[in-house]
């Protein structure tokens, strides 16, 4: 009954489908089968097959950066752009990301050490990172979260001086720019997620960008088994290789992923607007002046001004199928093994443990209309002008 609460107020759940975060953008069907039946006359699916080829060159051109490798996935692409910097001992890292972070760290048996996040920005806080840096750290991994390049330039400026590897996550940020420069160009490498929920998909995938030669040909060896050619093998490697139907995806998609971006702008338009008045509700923003790909709808509920808890407007939202989601809720030192392995280290994390208690992603994409938008913002309005009989429902 509780999870039906917010019918007091509407009746019926204010959606008849539900509404996902996450949802995939797609690109024209007709051109990804056409992609699909070449790969079957060619009988050539995987392996340096020609679509994946192709992506490469044309997200290095898009990218404006030396080298793009294609991966299977985003967290298989930072498994070896670690292996390939020869990450080891210790490697700063925030807390506040998607577990598949640290655990890409972990997976190689560097420890990530936990550091904590700008409230305003949720990326890493550069000013707390130096007295991090231990005689086994190696490097810093920055995440680029909701698109929103991290501090760039202070941690390049830290690496540098400490003779540190700078890797970033760039999982969020396919599409967006820092100070005029396409993402993919920053550190000693970065290293995107085309996963279905991403702005730019293609199925599963990944690509590692950077502009270092040496970086870029061990990155290929690791990707593929450490094979340098036939019967060759020239280091440890694993299987990373993206194959062609997932390139097809890609091609097809890249043809479209403008739109996609003025579709999630438009959206994020409609949601700042329909947000700006509700008290306690903070939209991220997204930064106008730079290339943004507004992926990420996230707001933070700030329940000392609206009366409602994160929980409750979850709850609310659910109700009325919006399934928002409580990314990156409860950060990743309170997941599982680093809860056990660092039973302390929230004490180091209070901004961590702030933003993760008030966050919610809401949906977008291609998938989710202007109107939806509208009512996705009325419902919000709502729960927070009944925040005192919903929150006294669900107690
Ligand atoms: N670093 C960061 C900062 C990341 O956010 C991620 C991935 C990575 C690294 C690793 O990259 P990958 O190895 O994944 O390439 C999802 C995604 O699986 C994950 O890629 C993503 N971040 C993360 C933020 O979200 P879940 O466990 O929340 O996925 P799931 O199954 O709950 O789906 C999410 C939403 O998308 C749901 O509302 C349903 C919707 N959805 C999903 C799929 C797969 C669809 O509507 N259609 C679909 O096909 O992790």
């Not at 560097?110 to 806080?125: K, W, Y």
């Not at 999630?264 to 700006?276: E, T, V």
């Not at 106008?288 to 707001?299: F, L």
């Amino acid at each position: 009954m509780a999870d039906r609460v917010l019918a007091v107020f509407s009746g019926e759940p204010r959606f008849a489908t539900p509404l996902h975060v996450g949802r995939p953008n797609i690109g024209d069907r007709g051109a990804f089968l056409s992609r699909i039946g070449g790969i079957l006359d060619r009988h050539w699916l995987t392996n340096e097959g020609e679509l994946v080829l192709e992506l490469e060159r044309r997200l290095a051109e898009r990218l404006c950066v030396r080298h793009c490798i294609a991966v299977c996935n985003g967290t298989a692409g930072l498994e070896i752009a670690i292996r390939a910097l020869g990450l080891q001992g210790e490697v700063l890292v925030p807390s506040f990301t998607f577990v598949a972070t640290a655990h890409a760290l972990q997976w190689q048996g560097v420890t990530p050490v936990f550091c904590d996040i700008r409230p305003d920005t949720h990326t890493l806080d550069p000013r707390g990172l130096e007295k991090m840096i231990t005689p086994r750290t190696t490097g810093i991994i920055g995440v680029h979260l909701w698109g929103q390049p991290c501090e760039i330039d202070a941690l390049t400026a830290l690496a540098r001086s400490r003779n540190l590897r700078l890797l970033f996550d760039a999982a969020h940020a396919f599409g967006c720019s820092h100070q005029g420069r396409m993402i993919g160009n920053f550190g000693d490498a970065e290293v995107f997620s085309f996963h279905a929920t991403k702005v730019f998909n293609t199925l599963e995938g990944g690509a590692i960008a950077t502009n270092d030669d040496d970086v870029a040909r061990r990155c290929r060896l690791m990707r593929n088994f450490g094979f340098a050619g036939c019967d060759q093998v020239d280091s440890v490697g694993t299987n990373g290789k993206m194959n062609e139907a997932s390139a097809a995806m890609g091609l097809t998609n890249l043809e479209s992923v403008d739109s996609f971006i003025a579709a999630n702008r438009s959206n994020y338009q409609q949601y700042r607007a329909g947000l700006a008045t509700i008290p306690g509700i903070r939209l991220m923003p997204h930064n106008d002046g730079e290339r943004r790909n507004y992926n990420n709808i996230v707001i933070e509920v700030d329940q000392s001004e609206c009366g409602l808890s994160r929980e409750t407007l979850h709850r609310a939202l659910h109700a009325e199928h919006v399934l928002a989601r409580r990314y990156f809720w409860p950060g990743c030192h309170r997941m599982e093994p680093y809860r056990t392995l660092f039973p302390s280290v929230h004490l180091l994390l209070p901004e961590t443990d702030r933003v993760a208690s008030r966050v919610l992603s809401l949906p977008t994409g291609t998938a989710v209309s202007e109107t939806e938008v509208h009512a996705v913002c009325a419902i919000i309005r709502q729960a927070v002008e009944h925040a005192d009989e919903l929150s006294a429902a669900l107690a």
